[in-house]
Nanobody, 123 residues
C-alpha cells in the first residue's frame, strides 16, 4: 500500500501562485512516476504534470507549460507542483498519484491516489 497526502491548495487571485505538495509513504519502491491531475466540476480528470521518479524527466499538459513546475525530493519522498500565473480555468481539485507504468499520461494507469486538494482561482 502507498499513502499519498496532498497539501497547499487554497484560494488565490488570477495571476497569483500556489505550491502543492504530496507526501508519499508506504511501499513506494514500485513507483515509476508520480503525477498531478485535476478535476473541475462537470469535467473529466486530466493530467497536469508527471515526473519520472528515477530520472526526473517531466511531462506537462500544454495548458500549463511555462507556468507550472513539477519537482521531486527523493530524501523526503515528496512531489511538488509550483503553479505560477494562475488562471481562473486552473480552478479544480488537484490530486497526486503514483504509477508503476511508463504511460504517465493516462489516469487509469495510476494505482494510488491522494484525497485531493482544492485550488480556486478568482478573477
Amino acid at each position: 500500500q502507498v499513502q499519498l497526502v496532498e497539501s497547499g491548495g487554497g484560494l488565490v487571485q488570477a495571476g497569483g501562485s500556489l505550491r502543492l505538495s504530496c507526501a508519499a509513504s508506504g511501499r513506494t519502491f514500485r513507483r515509476y512516476a508520480m503525477g498531478w491531475f485535476r478535476q473541475a466540476p462537470g469535467k473529466e480528470r486530466e493530467i497536469v504534470a508527471a515526473i519520472i521518479w528515477s530520472t526526473g524527466s517531466t511531462y506537462y499538459t500544454n495548458s500549463v507549460k511555462g507556468r507550472f513546475t513539477i519537482s521531486r525530493d527523493n530524501a523526503k519522498n515528496t512531489v511538488s507542483l509550483q503553479m505560477n500565473s494562475l488562471k481562473v480555468e486552473d480552478t479544480a481539485v488537484y490530486y497526486c498519484a503514483t504509477t508503476p507504468s511508463m504511460n504517465v499520461i493516462r489516469a487509469s494507469e495510476y494505482n494510488y491516489w491522494g484525497q485531493g486538494t482544492q485550488v480556486t482561482v478568482s478573477s
